[in-house]
């Protein structure tokens, strides 16, 4: 049981360039989240899912896409790199979306856009 | 809109030391209370949460967390800090949030984090 993983695990952009992070979880959770992380802050929400094929914004959309085909995989998708998204990137899930909850994040992407 | 602080950007403590890392939150509603930590290079582990029920909640690697609905705390706290603790803690709280759809979910907001230090 690998739980949440994230690939790659650091990745350097040019500005202008697009690329997808990959998560995938074997744990037949619903619900998916995608968050950055930004030094000296919490985690913000990028997007969200509660299923297959069901996506939603979080706080933090611009700039990012996601799909969900299946329940074990979320990627999420920069279209055209800017500095502004040089942070680190995690992904989480949970059985279910309730109030209380557990959310399981993976190891994190590190993406350096310069 | 529901938030949380860790008033505390670092704590230093020695090891065998009791530690103690704070955290106040705001929510409208019954508050549903997360710890997580986070080890270099590391995503983030669950510690423990407060539900409902009792206000001392005990978690992973001998943490604990007491609830103070009074005061909106939700300090987490060890009796003999170990080096291997050392990390970067996270408080945060869970509301239901409603998407255009209607789909409610539990978001969880984020403190800012505080680095925890533990001394030989």
């Known amino acids: 049981n690998a739980g949440v993983t994230q690939t790659p695990k650091f990745r350097i952009l040019k500005i202008g360039q697009s690329m997808t992070l990959q998560c995938t979880q074997d744990?037949?959770?619903?619900?998916m989240y995608w968050y950055r992380q930004d030094p000296g802050m919490g985690l913000k929400l990028i997007y969200y899912?509660?299923?297959?094929?069901?996506?939603d914004k979080g706080e933090v959309p611009n700039g990012y896409n996601v799909s969900r085909s299946t329940t074990e995989d979320f990627p999420l998708r920069l279209e055209l790199a800017a500095p502004s998204q040089t942070s680190v990137y995690f992904c989480?899930?949970?059985?279910?979306?309730?109030?209380?909850?557990?959310?399981?994040f993976g190891p994190g992407t590190r993406l350096l856009v310069l | 809109a529901q938030s949380v602080a860790q008033p505390e950007d670092q704590v230093n403590v020695a090891e065998g030391n009791p530690l103690t890392v704070k955290c106040t939150y705001s929510?409208?509603?019954?508050?549903?209370l997360f710890w997580y930590v986070q080890y270099p290079n590391r995503g983030l582990q669950f510690l423990l949460k407060?539900?409902?029920?009792?206000?001392l909640v005990k978690g992973s690697y001998g943490f604990e967390a007491e609830f103070n609905k009074s005061q909106t705390s939700f300090h987490l706290k060890k009796p003999s800090a170990l080096v291997s603790d050392s990390a970067l803690y996270f408080c945060?709280?869970?509301?239901?949030?409603?998407?255009?759809?209607?789909?409610?979910?539990?978001?969880?907001?984020f403190g800012q984090g505080t680095i925890l230090t533990v001394h030989p």
């Open positions: 929510v409208s509603g019954n508050p549903y």
């Open positions: 945060a709280v869970s509301q239901t949030e409603q998407n255009a759809g209607g789909t409610s979910y539990g978001k969880l907001t």
């Open positions: 989480a899930s949970s059985v279910q979306g309730r109030l209380g909850g557990t959310q399981y």
């Open positions: 899912s509660v299923g297959a094929g069901i996506t």
């Open positions: 407060y539900i409902t029920g009792d206000n």
């Open positions: 744990m037949n959770h619903n619900y």
